[in-house]
């Protein structure tokens, strides 16, 4: 009676071949991954314009736990208003603004510089630079922003105090 318990077919159930589908899908590290808020990624292209001056440079910051908005435009002839008050900036200020978007890349800048659900009390920023039919917006929150980013944002802040 044993041989014939061992030719007896092979049960259903391992016959039933494993659909491939089954398999965990393998997520290779290729694949677009989102930047890590607060870090610059690679910069996406290099800025051809770098160098020349912009035609305007306009800054807003909302929030914070006192609430006090902060509105500021730059043009390029250095006519700064600040929360409407009305001034002039050197030639050299400007320069240095130039210098400081330069630095960072403005216009080929990449990375995430907010997140969601974050608290009220954080700063928001915004800062738009149009320069020769081009425009760049990037926003930006307390707590997302890369240390290159902070300066520039620091520059701005403190034009016209």
Do not use: C, M
């Not at 200020?93 to 969601?116: C, E, H, R, S, Y």
């Not at 608290?119 to 922003?145: C, M, N, P, Q, W």
């Amino acid at each position: 009676g044993v041989e014939q318990n061992a030719t007896t077919a092979p049960t259903a159930e391992a016959a039933t071949p494993v659909p491939a589908t089954v398999a965990p899908r393998e997520y290779s590290t290729d694949e677009a991954t989102l930047p890590i808020p607060g870090t610059l990624s690679a910069p996406a292209t290099e800025d051809p314009d770098a160098g020349k001056d912009f035609d305007t440079l306009t800054f807003a910051r909302t929030g914070g736990v006192d609430a006090q908005p902060l509105n500021i435009q730059l043009t390029g002839a250095g006519v700064l208003t600040r929360d409407g008050a009305v001034s002039q900036l050197s030639a050299n200020q400007v320069a240095q603004i130039v210098k400081a978007l330069d630095d960072i890349n403005f216009f080929g800048l990449d990375g995430v510089f907010t997140a969601p659900g974050t608290s009220a009390d954080a700063y928001h920023y915004e800062l738009t630079v149009e320069r020769d039919g081009a425009s760049r917006t990037l926003k930006a929150e307390d707590g997302f922003i890369p240390p290159e980013l902070v300066q520039l944002i620091g520059q701005i802040s403190a034009l016209g105090q």
